[in-house]
C-alpha cells in the first residue's frame, strides 16, 4: 500500500534528523506534532544533497550528485519517489506549495560545493548563504504559517536572516574541516591562514546583526512553531557565545561545540523564559 510506503518514507526522514543532528532534532521535537514531520522531511532532503558533497570523498560526487537531481525532479513531478527521503519531501512540497525556486536555489548552492573553494566577493558569500540557507529558513516557514501567503511575506525577511545567522556560525565553528579538509573558506576578506581577533569580532558581529533580525521574527511565529525555532536560536546563540569567548587562533584549530548536557539545560532554561514571555 502507498501509505505503507509513505508512513516508513516519514520514518527515514525522522531517522536522518536524529542520526544527523542532536541540537535540530531537539528543537524539532519541541515543535507541534501538526508540522514537526513536515519539517523532518525538509531536513532529510537538505541533509541528504549536503552529505553528497561534503562527505562522500570515496565516490564520484558530480554523478551522485547529478543522479540525486535527477530524482528530485522526478519525485516533485511525479508526486512519488522510491527514495524515501525524496518521497517525504515530495509530500511537504506539495502540501505547503513550497517555491519551486526554494529548492533550486538550495540546489544551486550545494552545487557549488563539488568545485567551488573560495568566495572572494560579498556578493558570492550573500548568494551562496541564500542558498544554502535562507531558503531552507523559508521552506520551513511555509510549513511553520500553514498557507497563510500574508503571514509569510510578512516574516520571509526575518526568517532569511535567522537562516543566515545559523548557516555563519557553522561556517566559524567548522572553520577548520572546512579549510583544511575541504579546503573552503567562505568568508570573503578574511586571511583563514592568519585568523586575528579583529576578523573573528567583525564575523561575530555580522552574526549578531541576523540574530537580532531573526529574534524579531520569532516573536511573531505562529505558537506551533514559536517555541521550536526559539530553541533553536537559543542553542545557536549559546554555541556563538563560545566562539566569541574562544581565540582565533584555536576556532582554526579546532571545533567548538556545545556538550549534549548542556543541550538539556539550554532546553529546560530556554522553555521557562517561553513560558514567562521573556523572549
Not at 20 to 28: E, I, Q
Not at 76 to 102: A, C, G, M, V, W
Not at 226 to 255: C, E, H, N, W
Request: aromatic letters at 12%.
Amino acid at each position: 500500500m502507498k501509505s505503507l510506503f509513505d508512513n516508513v518514507s516519514k520514518e527515514c526522514s525522522k531517522l536522518v534528523t536524529n542520526a544527523y543532528s542532536t541540537s535540530f532534532s531537539m528543537a524539532t521535537k519541541m515543535l507541534s506534532d501538526t508540522i514537526r514531520q513536515d519539517i523532518y522531511n525538509i531536513y532529510g532532503f537538505v541533509r541528504f544533497a549536503d552529505e553528497i558533497v561534503d562527505s562522500f570523498h570515496d565516490y564520484d560526487k558530480e554523478k551522485l550528485f547529478k543522479n540525486f537531481e535527477n530524482d528530485l525532479e522526478n519525485s516533485l513531478e511525479d508526486k512519488i519517489s522510491l527514495n524515501p527521503i525524496l518521497n517525504s519531501f515530495q509530500e511537504t512540497y506539495h502540501k505547503y506549495r513550497i517555491d519551486k525556486h526554494l529548492v533550486d536555489s538550495f540546489m544551486n548552492s550545494m552545487r557549488l560545493d563539488l568545485h567551488k573553494k573560495e568566495y572572494l566577493t560579498e556578493q558570492e558569500y550573500k548568494d551562496y548563504i541564500y542558498g544554502s540557507a535562507d531558503v531552507v529558513g523559508l521552506m520551513c516557514l511555509k510549513v511553520f504559517v500553514n498557507g497563510d501567503n500574508e503571514k509569510y511575506e510578512d516574516l520571509k525577511s526575518s526568517a532569511m536572516s535567522l537562516g543566515s545567522a545559523f548557516q555563519k556560525v557553522n561556517f566559524l565553528r567548522d572553520l577548520k574541516a572546512d579549510f583544511d579538509d575541504l579546503s573552503r573558506t567562505y568568508f570573503p576578506n578574511t586571511d583563514l591562514n592568519h585568523l586575528d581577533e579583529v576578523s573573528k569580532q567583525t564575523i561575530i558581529k555580522d552574526i549578531e546583526e541576523d540574530f537580532a533580525k531573526g529574534l524579531e521574527g520569532i516573536k511573531r511565529l505562529p505558537l506551533e512553531a514559536r517555541f521550536g525555532v526559539f530553541m533553536a536560536y537559543r542553542y545557536y546563540s549559546k554555541l556563538l557565545d563560545k566562539l566569541k569567548k574562544t581565540p582565533a587562533l584555536k576556532i582554526k584549530s579546532t571545533r567548538i561545540r556545545v556538550p549534549n548536557y548542556r543541550k538539556v539545560e539550554l532546553l529546560t532554561r530556554s522553555y521557562v523564559k517561553y513560558q514567562l514571555n521573556l523572549l
